[in-house]
């Protein structure tokens, strides 16, 4: 009986949770389009459209996982009083407001810039999924074969290890210096970015290959291609996802830099533009955008990753 | 017609500051259809042979003929089962019977191969399990399926190394009565090579039981076991034979265990 009245209450103090965050929004809502906190022009109808996108999100998410609602509730939660916090600040002036500036008129720079910055996104996503996946398509057949064979290894994987902690931002003065234009320099910037670790984590997945597994595969008789792509690649794939991860987080930041250095669209020369004009609401803006294709792209990945290893996650 | 014939089988590891002999001198020869288990205390070779068997490792010295080909390599026509990893986790239990069969069958259709996987899932009561991935099966099921792919690719020979040694005893009964059905469910029983630790194992199963000695491997000892089959595990646990059998067995065991136990310790008091 107790334990039945226990789960009533983790239960009711979920709904709670549920209905403090919708709460928050619906306050901040109603605040923003009363009184709001900054004056730019459609500041208040974006920012309260994107309060308003945020509250059905999270409606939403709740009902796709209404059995274990903590999680989403947290993290939503978490959101509101940043948001929350932003706000205190902004309007009570704690710091600077030039510098920091009140989410209505960051969210104004939307309705001014929206074609910069989707032309942007679209910018930075295009070199950036054509350099990680040609980094890929050559970092897995390469250490497939540089894991399986000694010799190989032997010299190679000392190799990358030396190569791989090299900033690829580096490579930029080359790289535009060689290449014909900035999209083939930054596209190859991104490559040596991402390659270097998806090598070294292929290498170590196919090395560390249970051997008794290699011995089951050479029982049945298979040719070499067959190891390779059948027995090697799956089972080396748990450590090329995290060499993968740590490719994808590397060459997202080396193509802000590279924006930052050398480009006229994307959002590092966005960022950094804007900066350099003291416009610190539309950098502002732009972070929130990066921050949310970054949150986009690892989605992505996660879910790549959760099929690839679906055998693994069996175990529980 | 498949014979396996062992003939001066030697295996030497050569280590940083010495070298062990694993096996030495090993004469065996397997008549076609014969049920052979290997026995003997942990160390004394018998999973190096196995794998010298398979072509996974190569002898310092001797050959091995399987049919009519000398075993330089790993090959479709030999089968083997491992206490475990056998099974690929990536891939479904069916998943796993279907890649097995397609690379040891070239000749094979695909609808066949689906057919022939989805029956030996069928024979062995796994159908319901087809999409599992071995990590979500119990041990006892993994031995299952890894014994049924043996089976289902065919082999001219099967070689199995300890393939119950990790299950409990219950289990181990159903596997070791699951096996005898598959190997003698065909016209004609396959030769089969068999390792254990388990005396009891080995007389149910076997036709001649090899005994081996460590350091360095070799034969000591091989018994004939001469009763009928099929054979009923209960009934032959009351015979007079079969008593005089694992009581000879153990004592060859045992004679060895005292005798590696005696030489450890006059090594310890030689260090002293």
């Given amino acids: 009986m107790r334990v039945k009245n226990e789960n009533i209450n983790t239960k009711l103090k979920m709904n709670l949770q549920t209905l403090l965050v919708l709460g928050i929004f619906l306050l901040l809502i109603i605040v923003t389009l009363i009184s709001p906190a900054g004056s730019e022009i459609y500041g208040k109808e974006i920012f309260a459209a994107f309060l308003v996108l945020i509250a059905f999100l999270f409606a939403f998410e709740i009902y796709l996982n209404r059995k274990d609602s903590q999680k989403i509730n947290d993290l939503f939660l978490l959101i509101g009083l940043i948001i929350i916090f932003w706000e205190i600040i902004t309007r009570l002036a704690l710091v600077d407001t030039n510098l920091l500036q009140p989410p209505e008129n960051v969210f104004a720079v939307y309705a001014v810039d929206y074609l910069t910055i989707l032309t942007g996104i679209f910018s930075s996503l295009s070199i950036l999924s054509l350099g990680y996946i040609i980094a890929v398509a050559a970092a897995i057949p390469i250490g497939l074969f540089m894991g399986w064979k000694k010799r190989l290894h032997n010299v190679a994987y000392p190799t990358a290890k030396a190569l791989g902690p090299i900033p690829p931002t580096v490579y930029i003065p080359y790289a535009i210096a060689l290449l014909p234009s900035f999209f083939a320099s930054s596209v190859f910037v991104i490559f040596i970015g991402a390659f270097w670790p998806i090598l070294v984590g292929v290498v170590g997945g196919v090395y560390n290959i249970d051997h008794r597994l290699i011995n089951s595969a050479r029982t049945l008789g298979l040719n070499d291609t067959t190891i390779m792509w059948k027995v090697l690649l799956p089972g080396a794939l748990p450590s090329i996802f995290q060499g993968a991860l740590i490719g994808l987080i590397i060459s997202f930041i080396t193509l802000m830099v590279a924006e930052i250095i050398g480009s006229s669209s994307g959002l590092g020369w966005y960022l950094q533009s804007q900066g350099q004009f003291a416009n610190y609401a539309a950098v502002m803006a732009g972070m929130i955008v990066v921050s949310i294709v970054v949150i986009f792209v690892t989605m992505i990945f996660d879910r790549i990753q959760d099929y690839g290893l679906r055998w693994q996650k069996a175990q529980n | ?272």
Avoid at chain 2, 104 to 129: C, P, Q, R
Avoid at chain 2, 186 to 193: C, I, R, V, Y
Wanted: charged share 25%; with cysteine.
């Fill in chain 2, 1 to 272: 017609m498949t014979k396996i014939e062992i003939n001066n089988v030697s295996m030497n590891y050569e280590l940083e500051e010495y070298s062990t002999s694993a096996l030495h001198n090993i004469n065996l020869h397997l008549e076609d259809g014969e049920f052979v288990s290997i026995i003997g205390p942990s160390g004394c070779g018998k999973s190096t042979l196995i794998d010298i068997i398979a072509g996974l490792k190569k002898p310092t010295q001797g050959t091995v003929i399987v049919g009519n080909r000398e075993v330089t390599g790993p090959g479709p026509d030999l089968g083997i089962v491992f206490q475990d990893y056998s099974l690929f986790p990536w891939m479904t239990a069916y998943e796993n019977l279907r890649f097995a069969i397609e690379h040891t069958n070239e000749n094979l259709e695909s609808k066949e191969i689906d057919e022939k996987a989805k029956k030996y899932l069928d024979i062995v009561g796994l159908s319901n399990f087809a999409n599992k991935f071995p990590n979500t099966l119990s041990g006892g099921m993994r031995q299952r399926l890894a014994i049924t792919r043996m089976f289902a690719t065919e082999p001219k020979v099967f070689l199995m190394d300890e393939p119950f040694g990790a299950l409990d005893a219950l289990n181990r009964v159903h596997m070791q009565d699951l096996l005898i059905y598959l190997w003698s469910r065909g016209e004609k029983s396959k030769t089969t090579l068999y390792v254990t630790h388990d005396v009891d194992e080995a007389i149910l199963l076997s036709d001649r039981i090899v005994v081996m000695t460590p350091l360095p491997g070799q034969i000591k000892e091989i018994i004939d076991i001469k009763f009928e089959r099929p054979r009923c595990r209960n009934d032959i646990v009351k015979c007079a034979e079969y008593i005089r059998l694992r009581s000879n067995l153990l004592s060859l065991l045992n004679e060895e265990m005292l005798d590696a136990l005696a030489e450890q310790e006059k090594h310890m008091r030689d260090l002293v």
